[in-house]
């Protein structure tokens, strides 16, 4: 469902990605995933969203966070909230969805189709209202994972959805054994 003259933009939800990923079994190679994209439309920008732990002498998500922003993402984060739940764990809260809203907002009048990299039923109403706007949505998650990683309304809502485990062969590599920055 892409037309090779369509301008693309790319929204990647980093923490939902990771997650529906690693429930996959595989590690997301970002190259060759911006390089898929480009060869099915025109890509105008590729954003991706994180929160960062500000305080920590080093995040384990800062070196794959540096190599998207020198390789050609849009690389949109804000300080991670840490608190303590009622069980006494250590929580870190971190939502980017109002960021990655106002973005695709901002945006949808310059695109024809949006690709979003989450399975977040939160952003049916942005799809909805991007539709409205004459843009296309596609959403990439998966529901082959147990659970599945996209809620139903969102896949209901979005033009076209992609399962990320079909992406596998093409933006995917081998997991390493740590996190999210790997």
Do not use: C
Request: glycine content about 6%; cysteine-free.
């Amino acid at each position: 469902m892409f037309y090779k003259d369509e301008r693309l933009a790319l929204f990647i939800d980093g923490s939902n990605l990771y997650a529906a990923a690693k429930s996959l079994g595989f590690d997301i190679d970002y190259k060759l995933l911006r390089q898929e994209f480009m060869r099915r439309g025109k890509l105008l920008r590729a954003f991706y969203y994180t929160a960062l732990l500000e305080n920590d002498e080093y995040s384990p998500i800062r070196p794959l966070v540096d190599w998207l922003n020198y390789n050609g993402f849009t690389m949109v984060t804000k300080p991670a909230k840490e608190y303590t739940d009622s069980m006494g764990r250590r929580k870190v809260k971190g939502n980017m969805d109002i960021e990655l809203t106002v973005d695709a907002m901002e945006l949808a009048p310059r695109v024809d189709h949006i690709v979003l990299f989450s399975g977040d039923g939160d952003f049916r109403p942005l799809i909805e209202s991007l539709q409205r706007s004459g843009v296309r949505v596609s959403v990439v998650s998966t529901i082959r994972s147990q659970p599945p990683m996209i809620s139903d309304e969102l896949r209901r809502q979005a033009d076209n959805f992609i399962e990320l485990d079909e992406l596998k062969d093409v933006i995917g590599r081998p997991p390493r054994e740590y996190n999210e920055a790997s």
